[in-house]
């Protein structure tokens, strides 16, 4: 073989081998089936120092590596979820170009879990005193509950008291309760500098009665209204509901 077929035949297999070798990396960074899926729950930041500013970032952890960061590419989001708020805890799933995610789905993690709530029911056995059941306070329970996510938690929790909804388990435990009452709903709940406002309807005059009836339906309310931290009394309206 002369001098000038080696050298010719040696540029050949060079060519060639950087064809394939260029092949080989172009699928690797452009065939979206080789991008890598991400599925982690976390907070989103934005702003923050040594980041890119305007664009969203989710910080997460994983066992021996915490204080991880990726950015988020948020254009491909099936269901936009436009309300992002800083320091928000959140699941993401998308695929992992980079240091990039094309985020497919984003949604709060509180949305998921709902909200543990807790609802005041009464058990006689464990207010007794001279004369029998003393219709006090002592003998009321909590029971919890838990309720999707809401912008109206005390609304939302007064309602579902007044459905009176207790297990077998409760019952056989000597949880009580008179709810519901026909015709008894809660039309409002506000709160107002600490002050819950309750205006309930009561179209068959059922929140009336003895004493000791009504101090326990009202101490009912009252204590899984104040359940919540923003809640420092309540009130009731029409202001006649729940009166001897």
């Not at 001098?3 to 081998?17: E, P, R, S």
């Not at 838990?146 to 077998?168: A, F, N, Y």
């Not at 600490?194 to 068959?204: E, I, K, P, R, S």
Request: net charge negative; proline share 6%; hydrophobic share 40%.
């Amino acid at each position: 073989m002369t001098k000038q077929a080696a050298i010719f035949i040696f540029v050949i297999v060079a060519v060639v081998g950087l064809g394939i070798g260029w092949y080989f990396y172009a699928s690797q960074t452009s065939n979206p089936s080789k991008e890598d899926g991400f599925v982690r729950d976390g907070v989103v930041i934005k702003d923050n120092p040594g980041f890119k500013p305007g664009v969203w970032f989710l910080s997460y952890e994983e066992p021996g590596s915490p204080g991880l960061s990726v950015e988020l590419d948020l254009n491909s989001v099936s269901a936009p979820y436009i309300s992002l708020m800083q320091g928000e805890r959140v699941h993401v799933e998308g695929t992992l170009r980079g240091s990039v995610v094309n985020v497919h789905s984003i949604t709060p993690v509180s949305a998921e879990t709902g909200t543990s709530i807790k609802l005041y029911f009464y058990n006689p056995a464990l207010d007794q005193g001279p004369g029998g059941v003393q219709c006090s306070k002592k003998g009321l329970v909590a029971v919890e509950r838990v309720i999707p996510q809401t912008t109206t938690p005390l609304k939302d929790s007064i309602e579902l008291l007044l459905r009176g909804e207790l297990s077998e388990d409760e019952q056989g435990q000597g949880i009580t309760t008179e709810f519901p009452l026909p015709g008894v709903s809660l039309k409002s709940a506000t709160i107002t500098k600490g002050v819950a406002t309750l205006t309930f309807n009561d179209l068959q005059n059922k929140t009336g009665g003895g004493s000791c009836r009504v101090a326990v339906l009202w101490a009912q309310i009252e204590a899984t209204a104040r359940q919540f931290s923003t809640v420092t009394s309540v009130r009731f309206l029409p202001e006649e509901l729940f009166q001897p």
